[in-house]
């Protein structure tokens, strides 16, 4: 799926659906995502990539190599609003390195 601006949109997850992990940001959407996305990136024993892509609702996702973990990130007035979906199960350990990238970036 294309957003208006020619992002990559994934429909595995409904934005209805309940995300596996929820937390809140008092730093700008784009400086937090560009953070989360070169840690993903750059972790030592989990070198899947991560890309960010516009979402609908003037947010962005971080989606990882294969569409593991999906990142909905969205501004609000004051805070970003982070939700952290796992699209695959297994990978406990990969999904805590991922969690733990997400914490220190906040």
């Known amino acids: 799926m294309v957003d208006k601006n ?3 949109v994934s429909s595995l997850t ?3 659906a309940k995300p596996d992990a929820f937390f809140v940001s008092r730093k700008p959407m784009e400086g937090l ?3 989360i996305a070169w ?3 750059h972790q030592a024993e989990n070198s899947r990539a991560a890309a960010i892509v516009a979402s609908n609702d003037n ?3 971080i989606l990882s190599e294969g569409q593991r973990e999906r990142l909905e990130l969205r501004p609000g007035p004051v805070n970003t609003e982070v939700s952290l979906y796992r699209m695959a199960s297994g990978d406990d350990e990969g999904m805590a390195k991922r969690i733990a990238v997400l914490e220190a970036c906040l």
């Open 39 to 41: 840690g993903w990136r």
């Open 33 to 35: 995502a560009e953070c």
């Open 6 to 8: 020619g992002g990559v």
């Open 14 to 16: 409904p934005s209805t």
């Open 59 to 61: 947010g962005q996702q």
